[in-house]
Nanobody, 123 residues
């Protein structure tokens, strides 16, 4: 089993910054990709950024140059530094982790989602 704990969301003014964190715990053998997605009511969840086990990052065009994803492999934690925030960035942000873990009966490779953290950009 893998548990994800997110933190760092909140209310910020346009142009401000926030840093999201997501820590993974449980019977983890290996974590491969880690990433962030976001969703607003009435719309599908959308890709924000991902980072591979080797540290290669990929970003949605809408956040390039403003957001930075990073990971601490020793802590099984992924971060999202969000700068120059805009009202369009308002959403619930979800952490996603691709991990090889023991699920109670066998070792499987699967994707796991965090519970989501609200980010609101408003003056």
């Amino acid at each position: 089993q893998v548990q994800l704990e997110e933190s760092g969301g909140g209310l910020v003014q346009p142009g401000g910054s926030l840093r999201l964190s997501c820590g993974a715990s449980g019977s983890i053998f290996r974590i491969n990709g880690m990433g962030w997605y976001r969703q607003v009511p009435g719309k599908p969840r959308e890709f924000v950024a991902t980072i591979t086990s080797g540290g290669s990052a990929n970003y949605a065009d809408s956040v390039k140059g403003r957001f930075t994803i990073s990971r601490d492999t020793a802590k099984n934690t992924v971060y999202l530094q969000m700068n120059s925030l805009k009202s369009d960035d308002t959403a619930v942000y979800y952490c996603n982790v691709e991990a090889v873990a023991f699920n109670g009966s066998r070792v499987v490779a699967a994707g796991y989602w965090g519970q989501g953290t609200q980010v609101t950009v408003s003056s």
